[in-house]
């Protein structure tokens, strides 16, 4: 059997009930990537959350995390296995109409057909084979090991949250949003849960918003079981924040928000283990 394409950080059960998911931050190119590529490397780095992993790791105490370490122009974990293009992809199905597929329509499926607008990633078609392949050895590992782990957080604690973490280029505007935390609608998360972070981000002095323009993908939809006490929130984090100013390498920002970071994750643990608060009831 091949080994994780991810690194688990931290332990199982976990020491703490926030559970920590970086998925696109990975910078692993394979072979057979770059043998398929229509671009180099460079161009795909648009696909990345920059250093999103080392903003996480800064950030840590003692929180369980997963990491992806291959890069998303291989696979993407934030799309569910059927969400597959059938421009680029033998195995996918049609579009489905509506508004649903609209990244897919976009060329960013489970296999992204481009990293950046007008920059097409693959110079022949990817077989079935090969998708499911990627399926099976990196898709499926990395969600099996955010289902484990936020499980026995939950069996421990009595209570979850699975902070997905990414980031996102600037937001047009100069009073746009720093951070934006995707919830899904009030689908993934108890309220108050949310809340709390965004009273941490306001008291930090940056503006947050919620779910606009970023909701939360398909490891909010398959993890975030609120109702069962399971919780799931995706944070992006505006990349002048901690990167430099080619948004390529860690910035001096980076301790800072680091810092921001580890705040959030007290919180969300200070009010998972609140027994008043009744989280699973919202």
Do not use: C
Request: no cysteine.
């Amino acid at each position: 059997m091949a080994a994780p394409s991810f690194d688990r950080i931290g332990t199982i059960p976990p020491s703490s009930p926030v559970v920590v998911s970086v998925p696109h931050a990975g910078r692993d190119y394979p072979l057979q990537l770059r043998a398929a590529a229509a671009v180099p490397v460079a161009s795909m780095l648009a696909l990345e959350d920059r250093h999103a992993d080392t903003l996480a790791l800064a950030a840590r105490s003692d929180e369980t995390m997963i990491l992806q370490r291959r890069a998303r122009a291989w696979i993407d974990l934030n799309r569910a296995e059927d969400e597959r293009d059938p421009l680029i992809d033998d195995g996918a199905k049609p579009i489905p109409a509506g508004a649903a597929a609209t990244k897919l329509r976009s060329g960013l499926g489970l296999i992204p057909r481009r990293a950046a607008p007008g920059v097409t990633l693959w110079r022949r078609r990817l077989g079935d084979d090969e998708v499911r392949q990627r399926i099976a050895e990196d898709h499926r590992p990395y969600h099996a090991a955010l289902g484990e782990a936020l499980t026995a957080a939950h069996d421990r604690f009595g209570a979850a949250l699975l902070i997905d973490l990414h980031s996102m280029p600037p937001l047009p505007g100069p009073l746009s949003a720093r951070i934006v935390l995707g919830d899904q609608f009030g689908r993934s998360a108890g309220a108050r849960l949310v809340h709390r972070l965004e009273g941490e981000i306001a008291a930090a002095g940056l503006t947050a918003a919620l779910n606009t323009p970023y909701p939360g993908g398909h490891i909010l939809s398959r993890h975030g079981r609120p109702h069962d006490g399971v919780h799931a929130i995706q944070i992006e984090i505006d990349r002048r924040l901690y990167l430099d100013a080619g948004f390529n390498a860690p910035g001096k920002g980076l301790a800072a928000t680091a810092a921001l970071l580890r705040r959030l994750f007290d919180a969300a643990a200070d009010e998972l283990l609140g027994g008043e608060l009744a989280l699973a009831a919202e």
